[in-house]
């Protein structure tokens, strides 16, 4: 069965920092491109970033470069997505997607396979 599941989403003040991490069953894993996701309430869901496990070339949106950094441990089949630096503005649940086309991209409409969610809270 292919599966996703995310965890480590949180409470958490303003500059605090989580570790979300996005554990994957069923998969080829080094075949993968995994992408973090997330969704506020009212807003369209908006890629973070990515990372495509064959060879570890990872992409970030702008409004996380510097802050966040993307993981993958091929032995755990897990990626990972420490958060640092938080902001009230980086509250939203958080999703990992999965695709096997090799392509990084943070575009959604071709992710195949989702997890359910984490919501991550940061308070000001």
């Known amino acids: 069965e292919v599966q996703l599941v995310e965890s480590g989403g949180g409470l958490v003040q303003a500059g605090g920092s989580l570790r979300l991490s996005c554990a994957a069953s069923?998969?080829?894993?080094?075949?993968?491109?995994v992408g973090w996701f997330r969704q506020a309430p009212g807003k369209e869901r908006e890629g973070v970033s990515c990372?495509?496990?064959?060879?570890?070339?990872?992409t970030y949106a702008d409004f996380v470069k510097g802050r966040f950094t993307i993981s993958s441990d091929n032995a755990k089949t897990t990626v990972y997505l420490q958060m640092n630096s938080l902001r009230p503005e980086d509250t939203a649940v958080y999703y990992c997607?999965?695709?096997?086309?090799?392509?990084?991209?943070?575009?959604?409409?071709?992710?195949?396979?989702w997890g359910q969610g984490t919501q991550v809270t940061v308070s000001s």
């Open positions: 069923g998969f080829s894993f080094d075949e993968l491109t």
């Open positions: 997607a999965s695709r096997e086309d090799g392509v990084v991209s943070m575009s959604k409409i071709w992710y195949e396979y």
């Open positions: 990372i495509r496990n064959s060879d570890g070339h990872t």
